[in-house]
């Protein structure tokens, strides 16, 4: 009776949402697989397909933690696009290129600094646009010259805050009222603008920019990378202090109650206009201290390297559900993730279409997102 | 200044605002064709309740020949309203009659066409509602009016953004108003019922202590039982000092409890009295009560 009732329950699912108990079924053979490789069973199928396999557990947690370092990157981006969404209705497609501007100004003063005297100020602030040192010549490194990647860290935030703020005040304030695609329309305006200025100013060489001399400590036997050690700590301090300003602070609760009613907002006395400039400010300075730690943890920089983070970004914010600063934080997570450890299975070439699957059935069960409805609370 | 004016400006503007009555606008063309034949109700009511006699001495908020809507759509035509200090004044109205507007208008919500809105002596009508707010003035919209995503504190706190520092003495004294409020100080205001998160849109209002008190529909959506309680709040928001001006669909019970009523069609004000008067009154009870 019991069973035929759970069989009953279960063909009633399976026939209610086909798609999701087929994604159910993939997802349990794609872990039960895992386990089998982690365990190092291996049950042929076929002379070139088999169940199972070798896995180390070393190459496992390698890939989840170079997911949990992309994610960091998509999540600490993503922040900075969701309050941008949540207060201003606008989907803001220059973010790629203002992740990018943190990149090369940052980048600009961390080598001035790490390489003053070696070469250039102009081959060193252009970020080796010409000829001249190599990055290992400059020694851009947390090893070598700690101070210039500290030093970078901050002028990549303040840089993008003016270039945030000025874009604000150039383009998209004096168009606030006409609503979010004219918005959005001009922010792919603005995001083209960027990205072929700092082609023009920069070049549009991909080069290398960090020195890894010294970069990769033994530990216990796994090789640790002090650049991601760095991503990891910086992101995740910046991420806490976020949740702080946003629970805790006076300026952090306006901008939560801006982006849950801009209405009632105005009419408590909240400075609406202050809170969006801050909210820029913010975002801005996110957006750019990701595009720099971006580039600390591959070690090459290109002029359109926001540009494809974009996408990746605005499937993390999606998929968090948007509007939601800990949706963009775990949604980048997972995307992260779900792009490395996917490689297990699958080739290089494919494992971003692999984090966009995972974002479409995440979506098909929850359309609102992972934190959908919680709001930037 | 701010200190004579008042006091002054009663005595000066209400001879004028009662010349202004009838012969601008409409009122004067009825003046001048319409007969004694009962053609138009409104001059019989006007006639036996004086408008403007009724106002206190002491005139609050002072809206003269005003003028207002929404981009180019023009909604109030030359509506003249008073609050006294520490009135209870309520508009009712039909439908559409433009008494949310009204309220907009006082609180810098609407674009300005034409007329004055004097408070405690000074012209706000061109001003943005975050300064409005610093002259004392308070307003609770209709709908949406909490912060879902922030808690019930938090919503307080938001009520007294514009101070530098949260007044605890009045977050304690909107707890001791509304004691749910400080049972659930910490659940986020979007989770409550509806006439919890009432109390929660005029705690945060009440959190700088306002003279003036807007109130747009505050009984919208309540289950009927806590409709009176809500009234009754009010009246003891009201026994506290402060005016109030409301906004409601539930006129008869608004009209009961409040000091006077102004009587709204067409975005143009048609008659005022004391509330209980308006609701003897024939024509308005039948226009505008349901009989």
């Known amino acids: 009776m019991g069973v035929n009732e759970s069989l009953q329950r279960g063909r009633a699912a399976v026939r209610g949402k086909p798609f999701l108990f087929l994604a159910g079924v993939a997802g349990l053979v794609l872990l039960a697989d895992l386990l089998a490789r982690l365990a190092g069973v291996e049950v042929p199928i076929t002379a070139e397909r088999s169940f199972g396999g070798s896995l180390s557990a070393l190459r496992f947690g390698g890939l989840v933690w170079n997911g949990i370092v992309v994610g960091l990157i998509f999540g600490l981006a993503g922040i900075g696009l969701s309050m941008t969404y949540s207060i201003l209705n606008f989907a803001n497609f220059s973010h790629g290129d203002l992740v990018t501007t943190g990149a090369f100004t940052g980048w600009g003063a961390a080598l001035l600094i790490a390489g003053w005297g070696g070469s250039s ?9 010409g000829s001249g040192a190599g990055p290992n010549a400059i020694g851009a490194s947390v090893v070598q010259s700690p101070l210039a990647i500290l030093v970078g860290v901050i002028v990549a935030a303040v840089a993008t805050v003016l270039v945030t703020v000025a874009a604000d005040r150039i383009v998209y304030k004096p168009m606030r009222d006409r609503g979010g695609i004219p918005l959005l329309i001009a922010s792919i305006g603005v995001a083209l603008a960027l990205r072929y200025s700092i082609q023009f100013v920069y070049g549009a060489r991909n080069r290398g920019v960090t020195a890894t001399e010294g970069v990769g400590v033994p530990f216990y036997g796994v090789s640790i990378d002090l650049h991601e050690i760095t991503l990891v700590i910086v992101a995740v301090g910046l991420m806490l202090g976020t949740h702080f300003l946003l629970q805790r602070t006076k300026l952090g609760k306006a901008m939560r109650a801006m982006a849950d009613n801009k209405d009632l907002a105005l009419v408590t006395g909240i400075p609406t206009e202050r809170v969006v400039t801050a909210t820029w400010v913010l975002g801005g300075a996110l957006a750019g201290v990701s595009g720099y730690l971006y580039v600390l943890e591959r070690g090459t920089i290109e002029f359109n390297l926001g540009w494809f983070l974009l996408l990746f970004i605005f499937a ?52 609102e997102g992972l934190f959908g409805g919680v709001t930037t609370a | 200044m701010s200190a004579e004016d008042p006091e002054d400006a009663p005595a000066e503007t209400i001879p004028d605002a009662e010349g202004d009555e009838v012969p601008s606008g409409d009122a004067a063309a009825e003046a001048g064709t319409g007969s004694d034949a009962g053609g138009a109700p409104d001059r019989d009511v006007d006639a036996e309740s004086d408008p403007l ?121 909107i707890y001791d108003r509304f004691p749910v ?99 003897a009154d024939e024509d308005v009870r039948q226009q505008f009560l349901g009989g």
């Open chain 2, 181 to 279: 409020l400080r049972e659930r100080s910490d659940q986020k205001a979007g989770t409550m019922s509806g006439g919890q998160r009432q109390m929660v849109a005029m705690g945060r209002a009440l959190m700088l202590d306002p003279d003036l008190l807007l109130l747009d529909e505050p009984s919208a959506g309540l289950a009927p039982d806590l409709v009176q309680d809500m009234f009754d709040r009010i009246d003891r928001i009201n026994d506290d000092g402060t005016a109030i001006l409301m906004v409601e669909q539930n006129a008869k019970a608004a009209l009961r409890r409040c000091d006077r009523g102004y009587v709204l069609a067409n975005g143009e004000n048609s008659y005022t009295d004391t509330g209980d008067r308006l609701l």
């Open chain 1, 316 to 367: 993390a914010v999606i998929l968090g559900g948007i509007g939601s600063i800990y949706g963009a934080i775990a949604g980048g997570l997972v995307i992260g993730l779900v792009h490395e450890v996917s490689l297990i299975w699958i080739s290089s070439d494919f494992n971003a279409a692999a984090a966009f699957v995972i974002m479409i059935l995440v979506l098909l069960y929850r359309p």
């Open chain 1, 121 to 129: 100020a102009g081959h060193l602030l252009s970020v080796r646009a």
């Open chain 2, 53 to 173: 006699a009724k106002v206190p001495d002491d005139v609050l908020l002072q809206v003269r020949d005003l003028d207002a809507g929404y981009g180019d759509l023009q909604i109030l035509t030359d509506v003249d309203l008073d609050v006294g200090d520490g009135e209870y004044v309520t508009i009712v109205g039909p439908n559409g009659a433009g008494k949310s507007t009204v309220m907009k208008s006082v609180f810098g919500l609407t674009t300005y066409m034409g007329g004055t809105i004097t408070f405690d002596g000074t012209e706000i009508h061109e001003r943005a509602p975050e300064e409005i707010i610093h002259e004392g003035i308070s307003y609770v919209p209709q709908n949406e009016n909490v912060f879902d995503g922030l808690t019930v504190r938090e919503n307080l706190e938001m009520g007294a953004y514009i101070l530098d520092e949260v007044p605890e003495a009045q977050i304690e004294e």
